[in-house]
């Protein structure tokens, strides 16, 4: 029971430090062109993203809860899997670095199923791995494609500093915000399912509201970092951009599949750059992020497989 209780705790946790890691991907297109104020953003974020969790989840965490180790975790190492993709989550949003938290979580628990010498799916992870790749360079043309598409609009051309692509650039957000909640909660909460602590749905609920704490108690940070570090928008671009990004997540959602934000927004960002000019992408920055892609996984990877070796030693000695 204890242990029960520490899984969960850990797991509200995580989802609170993913709630914050993920307002920059979510809501910094529309706070970054004064289409929404601060506060407005992360309250609509923090909605959207609890309704997201709680209703369109379903598949995701199905996919992660029993569609990567051949059997399921115990609460000890779901702890340990957890515990890890925490910490690294929390040390890259101190910094400051949009990392793609699903992927350290995958690799977690790939390294703790092979420490404890479970089946691992590999099937799965190489049709993950190469979902990874191909999103952000797909989301990158459609970025670039839907900026040109945009600008051959004359009424949007017209109106690309009134209210009315405001308006749409909220509504993307709020879209992307709802996407997030499908799509990540299954880091913090599917380990519920291969624990058996929990049904899908409670899942989804409980991941939901830890991820709206997060947004609401410490999103400011990353919200500012994605859109005015990366790359200069103007109100059609970051339109693009933060529909390229709900687009791509949402098929991968639709399909049980999971991919990360922070890369498909990345990626598209760095289209509607492309569709300006390239002088218009900071590729300092970009390339640091692509450092913390690879940096993240490799090091959940390890951290956790260290971790559940020594409990497999201590317990079978």
Partial sequence: MITTNLLVLISLAFA???????????????????????????????????????????????????????????????IIVIGTAFALTTLFTRHRIPTSTIQILVFAMVGAGLALRLGVYWAAILHLALLWVL?????CGCGFLFTRLLDRIPALAAHRHTPIIGRALV??????????GANDVSNATAVFLSAHITGVR?????????????????GRPLLERVAFDVVKLDATMATAAQSVQALVVLGAVAFGDFTSMNQALIGAMAGAGLARGRQTIDGRVLRGIGRGWIIGPGAGFVLSYAAAALFRTTMHP
Wanted: proline share 3%; with cysteine.
């Fill in 135 to 139: 999103a952000p360079f797909i989301a």
């Fill in 16 to 78: 609170w430090s993913m709630g914050a890691q993920y307002t920059g991907a979510c809501m910094g297109m529309p706070y970054a062109t004064g289409s929404i104020g601060r506060t407005s953003a992360l309250r609509l974020m923090a909605v959207a993203t609890l309704i997201g969790a709680a209703a369109f989840s379903h598949e995701v965490l199905t996919h992660v809860g029993h569609g990567i180790l051949k059997g399921g975790l115990g609460t000890v190492p779901a």
């Fill in 202 to 218: 409670a899942a989804g609920i409980i991941g939901g509201i830890g991820l709206a704490a997060g947004v609401l108690t410490w």
């Fill in 171 to 180: 509504g993307a957000g709020a879209i992307a915000s709802l996407t997030m």
